[in-house]
């Protein structure tokens, strides 16, 4: 469906006197094929609307904006609007916002937005990547699906099963089934990256798997469990939840879980148990 001529990024940033900033951890995906993958993996349609985060000179932006019904590109540096509008002229149905998605409300962003649905698909700076998805899953209006780019090993972490579990899998799979849709190399960037990448495609459910009234207590356990890696649960939620070890270690019983397990090891359904008999036993707040 590309028909759109080549972006020249390169030269389009001499022209404007720019250069990847490196501390906004700017790589540019300036690769063809890499793009289309990006797209093809956000299955966007033309009734849909969609978050970019980190637009960057609009070479993603153009792909979605010839498939979505609208486009929303949040961009934190000033100095690349110019060139961003310039390339983006031709589109009617992309709006650009200056600034830092992590301060904005995706409800006022994507404000107008049939039936409250909307998609993200971007190439996101690596550096926040924990910080976007938390913004996003959090929010009172959450996409139907999230599209991302991101490093190779984060992509596999979000992934992990019980085992290897770690507080970010968790945090995004309770909220929604991530999958890596296709794998990057880093000679696809500009400047490439030291490693490669994923794009990693999460479908949200209609609800998270813990319920919405239990997530606070979720987190609270979680960030607890995960806190001292090296300890047994009973003594990481004995320090995180600020409880005697003993009653970490009767909560734990009491949930069908071996005290001396480990964070990683545990299951979603796992820490949903958890969750319930620290509620009954009125602990769900740290001491």
Do not use: C
Request: charged residues 25%.
């Amino acid at each position: 469906m590309n028909s759109l001529p080549p972006l020249h990024v390169t030269k389009l940033l001499q022209r404007y006197g720019l250069r990847p900033d490196k501390r906004l951890g700017q790589n540019f995906l300036i690769d063809p094929a890499s793009l289309e993958k990006v797209v093809e993996a956000g299955a966007v349609g033309p009734e849909d609307a969609v978050l970019e985060i980190g637009p960057g000179l609009g070479s993603l932006t153009r792909l979605l904006a010839q498939r979505a019904r609208q486009v929303v590109a949040v961009e934190l540096d000033h100095d690349l609007l110019a060139p961003l509008q310039e390339v983006l002229a031709g589109f009617d149905n992309v709006r650009i916002v200056e600034g830092d998605i992590l301060s904005f409300d995706p409800a006022a962003l994507m404000g107008g937005v049939e039936q409250e649905r909307y998609l993200v698909v971007a190439n996101i700076p690596y550096y926040i990547t924990s910080a976007i998805l938390r913004h996003l899953l959090q929010a009172r209006l959450k996409p139907d699906r999230m599209t991302l780019t991101v490093q190779q090993e984060v992509a596999e972490r979000i992934l992990a099963g019980p085992g290897d579990m770690s507080l970010l899998a968790l945090s995004v799979q309770v909220y929604g089934r991530p999958r890596i849709a296709a794998r990057i190399p880093a000679g696809a960037f500009y400047p490439p990256p030291n490693v490669d990448s994923a794009v990693i495609r999460l479908d949200l459910y209609p609800q998270p798997l813990i319920p919405e009234t239990d997530l606070d207590t979720f987190f609270h356990l979680a960030r607890a469990g995960f806190s001292q890696k090296r300890k047994t649960l009973r003594n990481s939620l004995a320090g995180g939840m600020h409880w005697p070890a003993q009653t970490a270690g009767e909560i734990l019983q009491a949930a069908g879980i071996d005290p001396r397990r480990r964070a990683e090891t545990l299951s979603l359904e796992e820490w949903d148990r958890l969750v319930q008999v620290t509620r009954q036993m009125g602990k769900e707040k740290p001491a």
